[in-house]
């Protein structure tokens, strides 16, 4: 692909990704979004972290050593950071770090 055409496609996915991320701010700055949306935006987010716990623990075998201890102890430990700080990148980063140095 020439160097133009990869040039006009990156502009062209750069301004639909603008424009879908302002739609919001522009069709509810006058007025306050519906219910249904003030609803997902209060409980997706928790979700969506619930299912990527499951998710990531979908393949550890907890009858097996080590036992799934460093996965379970890089949760507790997110979780506790979380509500210490009510910092996501503290405890995720953290998380990480001693899932890392477990295993």
Sequence with gaps: ??????L??????????????AFPFVLFSKREPPKILQFAADYLPPLVM?????YCLD???FT???????QLL??????LTYLWK????????????IFMFLT
Aim: hydrophobic fraction near 65%; glycine fraction near 6%.
């Design 1 to 6: 692909m020439p160097l133009s055409q990869l």
């Design 8 to 21: 006009l496609s990156t502009l062209v996915m750069a301004l639909a990704i603008l424009l879908t991320r």
């Design 50 to 54: 619930v299912v990527l716990v499951v």
């Design 59 to 61: 393949g550890v075998k």
């Design 64 to 70: 097996v050593a080590p036992y799934a201890i460093p």
């Design 74 to 79: 890089a949760i507790v430990f997110c979780v």
């Design 86 to 97: 009510h910092n996501a990148m503290i405890s995720i980063f953290g998380g990480l770090i």
